[in-house]
């Protein structure tokens, strides 16, 4: 069976900082309350004109660049949003239209934070089948447009970016190991987007309700978020004999300092086995894990053979991890 190997990893994070210290302006709240409480200092705000295509396009074409392959190469486009440019058609067709490359498949997956690892498993089952080759998946959001900068609970946390990384089927032994997908709706309340789907269509009366930005039940998402982010990593590693002291890279969903740290005490990681850039841009959401693994991989952090757990958990809730041999 045919491995699927990244081959290429990039990212794109808005030029625009927002630091604690711009919303002290705006919002009862301080730099010393966010960072202890979250590790955040500063997030990434996407301009006006750019979009999450737009984002997503730049972070593909460096992916492309490294991984040496052209977009007319590539056998499908998987997106991983759930802040894309319409409701419809995916944002996966808008960025196959910026590449300039018809006619390959295209589609997006909608699994809040983990839809990047959601994505990759899309991605390396349908090349080892043998299908296809060559995948590009990306992870990419604007949460600023859809946040509340009116709520204090919820603005503070969040940051707009795009990551992504190209897979293509190689013999041998390194590529994806395994991934293990898992949700469970019954938390679907705890964080989601009331408006405007089916069930809230738009009205004025629902913008007035503000039901169009997030509402999230912060310390009810902290406990599930530990406990579901540590079972998957030892998931992967029990699936493929390994022990946490094997994994070489932790890479989590960037959601905050203080999950990321109470996820690696619980699963005895020591600091230099967790990559961590929440300080620098918040939580991108699905965009979180492609960025740091493009970030630690274009550091030369990342070597051949190294064992890379990617571990993701977000509305739904859905969590999900994927163990890679570099
Ligand atoms: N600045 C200042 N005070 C704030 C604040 C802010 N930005 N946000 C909330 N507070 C206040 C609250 O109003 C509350 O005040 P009160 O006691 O007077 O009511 C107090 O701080 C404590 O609020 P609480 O919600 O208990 O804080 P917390 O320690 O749980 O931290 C989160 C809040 C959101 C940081 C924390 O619950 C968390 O990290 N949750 C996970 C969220 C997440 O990562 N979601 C995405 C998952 S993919």
Redesign the pocket.
């Known amino acids: 069976m045919k491995k699927a190997r990244i081959v290429g990893t990039g990212s794109y994070l808005p030029e625009k900082i927002l630091t604690n210290f711009d919303l002290e302006k705006f919002?009862?709240?301080?730099d010393e309350?966010?960072v202890s409480?979250?590790g955040i200092r500063e997030r990434r705000i996407a301009a006006a004109d750019e979009n999450t295509s737009d984002l997503a396009t730049r972070a593909a074409r460096q992916a492309l660049d490294m991984a040496g392959i052209s977009p007319g190469d590539l056998d499908m486009i998987i997106v991983g949003t759930i802040t894309g440019d319409y409701p419809w058609p995916a944002t996966s067709c808008l960025v196959q239209k910026n590449l300039g490359i018809p006619g390959c498949a295209a589609f997006d997956v909608s699994a809040?934070?983990s839809g990047f690892v959601y994505a990759l498993d899309m991605a390396a089952r349908q090349i080892e089948s043998g299908a296809i080759k060559t995948v590009l998946v990306i992870g990419a959001e604007i949460l600023s447009r859809i946040l509340d900068w009116e709520d204090?609970?919820t603005c503070?946390?969040f940051g707009d970016g795009a990551g992504a990384a190209v897979l293509k089927a190689e013999d041998g032994p390194n590529g994806v190991l395994s991934s293990h997908l898992h949700a469970d709706g019954s938390f679907w309340e705890l964080?989601y987007q009331p408006g405007f789907g089916t069930r809230h269509t738009p009205s004025a009366e629902g913008m007035d309700q503000r039901l169009h930005l997030v509402r999230?039940q912060?310390?009810e998402?902290?406990k599930v978020?530990v406990r579901s982010l540590s079972d998957v990593a030892l998931e992967a590693l029990g699936a493929n004999g390994m022990a946490v002291a094997d994994i070489d890279h932790f890479i989590p969903?960037q959601?905050?300092r203080?999950?990321l740290e109470a996820t690696a005490r619980r699963l005895g990681l020591k600091d230099e086995q967790v990559v961590i850039n929440v300080d620098r841009f918040g939580?991108t959401?699905g965009a979180s894990i492609p960025i740091a693994l493009d970030e630690a991989n274009r550091a030369g952090k990342i070597k051949e053979g190294d064992v890379v757990l990617l571990d993701a958990?977000?509305?739904g809730f859905t969590w999900a991890s994927s163990l890679l041999l570099w």
């Open positions: 919002l009862d709240t301080s309350w966010i409480r979250t809040a934070c204090r609970n503070i946390l964080l999230m912060g310390n998402v902290f978020a969903h959601a905050n203080r999950i939580n959401s958990f977000g509305g």
